[in-house]
């Protein structure tokens, strides 16, 4: 084999490769389908034209049958009037037409036949277009399918890749980090405004409030004995006894811890007008 020839050959190899790479079935099935009923049109337009040839030869066919049925009606009407020579040159007529029928009948029996089987054929035609019409729209639909199930292999492959997965960590970490750096900021500034105490003493009412319906919950189910209610002690009365009183009564520990809370609420005070005058 010649270079020329090898080389020919690799140019057809390398163009049938490229044609098929780039062959869409979809749009390669709508174009045959669309040359498909280009070819149904034309093969109707030639069936219709034999149609009309078989339609002309039987009209012909009729009118020589008319023609030689009025030559024999002239010549009976030559007989009538004793005229015999008259007579045979009406029926010399009559013979040419019935001639020219026959060849017409037979030219007509044949073009009937051929357009008999031209429109069985031609039904052929349309039966294979519609069945490829709906084997396309089957194809069309298995190529979609075959579409999106190579779409879901793909990116269920990229899924398995283990760098998503890394950057999904990565990122849950930092969003740890973020959040532990947001509740480091909020102990810091509560420490620095002084709210800490405030939140000691919330603190402290909540868990003596859970100790103390936790105890009412036992008492209720008979997991505590009921409280005992406060005995009230008889006052034994005072001997008035006439004497110095004293000028002003000695605090209790009561009022030692109004005050105390008073004191309290009067520096939390302070320190809100203090920020807010910042």
């Not at 017409?104 to 054929?121: G, I, S």
């Not at 294979?128 to 399918?145: F, G, P, Q, S, Y």
């Amino acid at each position: 084999m010649g270079i020329f020839s090898r080389l020919a050959q690799l140019i057809k190899s390398n163009l049938n490769d490229l044609i098929s790479k780039s062959e869409d079935p979809e749009k390669m099935l709508n174009q045959v389908v669309l040359d498909m009923n280009n070819q149904l049109v034309e093969a109707k337009k030639q069936v219709a034209a034999s149609i009309a040839d078989e339609k002309r030869l039987a009209k012909q066919f009729e009118q020589e049958m008319a023609h030689a049925a009025e030559w024999e009606r002239r010549a009976m009407m030559a007989l009538r009037a004793g005229n015999e020579e008259l007579a045979k040159e009406a029926l010399a007529r009559k013979k040419e037409h019935d001639q020219l029928a026959e060849t017409f009948k037979e030219q007509w029996t044949k073009q009937k036949n051929a357009v008999d089987q031209l429109k069985k054929a031609l039904r052929m035609l349309n039966d294979k277009i519609e069945e490829a019409k709906r084997k396309k729209n089957v194809l069309i639909a298995r190529k979609k399918r075959a579409e999106a199930q190579k779409a879901i292999q793909e990116t269920m492959h990229g899924l398995r890749d283990q760098s998503a997965f890394e950057t999904f960590e990565r990122m849950a970490g930092k969003i740890d980090q973020l959040e532990a750096e947001a509740e480091a900021a909020g102990e810091i500034q509560e420490e620095y405004t002084g709210d800490i105490l405030a939140s000691k003493f919330s603190s402290l009412e909540r868990d003596a409030g859970a100790e103390d319906d936790l105890a009412a919950l036992k008492r209720k189910m008979g997991m505590l004995p009921p409280e005992e209610a406060p005995q009230v002690r008889a006052e034994t009365p005072k001997r008035v006894e006439a004497g110095p009183q004293p000028t002003a009564p000695a605090r209790s520990e009561q009022d030692e811890l109004a005050a105390a809370l008073e004191e309290l609420e009067a520096e939390q005070q302070q320190q809100e007008r203090r920020k807010a005058g910042r």
